[in-house]
Structures are given as structure tokens and as C-alpha cells.
């Protein structure tokens, strides 16, 4: 079974199933909500820079494929580790991937080890 692949859009998150939308407030569902749904943990994409920052705070993975909006963002797949730099109070963290830095929705990670 896959996790759920999902993206930010203009009016709310989009499945790549293509079977129908989701308002952003029901991926922020708490697990005791009704029609809560989680993605299992995936296998860690490879990463092709080895250059870890210094001043990272946590590694975060993750958990849905992220395509970035603006040239800021980062875009993520599904496993993706991810450095966080810094987490901001409106859901939003820096951090860095892949060679690039960038901003990414911390609700579509978690925090790993």
C-alpha cells in the first residue's frame, strides 16, 4: 500500500490519484478525528549531496511528495530527509535538501533521528 502523495495548491491540497481534493485543514487532522489518515514511514530517498549544514536544529522526513510553489520552496519526494535550519509559527520550516535551501510545509514531515 502507498502513502498519500499530496501538494499545496491555491485553494487547498490535490492528490495525485486524481481522486478528488482535500481542504488543507483535513491533512491537519489530529489522529482522533474522523477520516484521520497517516502515510507510512517511507525508505529514505538517497541523497545526492553529502555536504551537511552546521547549523542545522533537526532532520526531519518526508512523509508526501512536496512540488515546490515558488523559487523559494523546496520541492521534496516521498522519503526525502531533510536538514531543518529553522521552523517558523506558521507551519512553514527552512531547510535544506538536495543541494538547495529552501522553505517546505512541516506538516508534510516528520522528525527522525
Known sequence: SSGINAEY???GVYSDSGIGTWAQSDVEKQPS???YQT???ATPVEEESSYVPSNYIKRVQALYRYTKASDDELTLPVGALVYVLQEHSDGWS???YNGQYGYFPA???T???
Open 9 to 11: 495548491g491555491a485553494n
Open 33 to 35: 478525528d474522523p477520516g
Open 39 to 41: 502515510a507510512p514511514i
Open 94 to 96: 527552512e531547510g535544506f
Open 107 to 109: 506538516n508534510f514531515t
Open 111 to 113: 522528525d527522525i533521528r
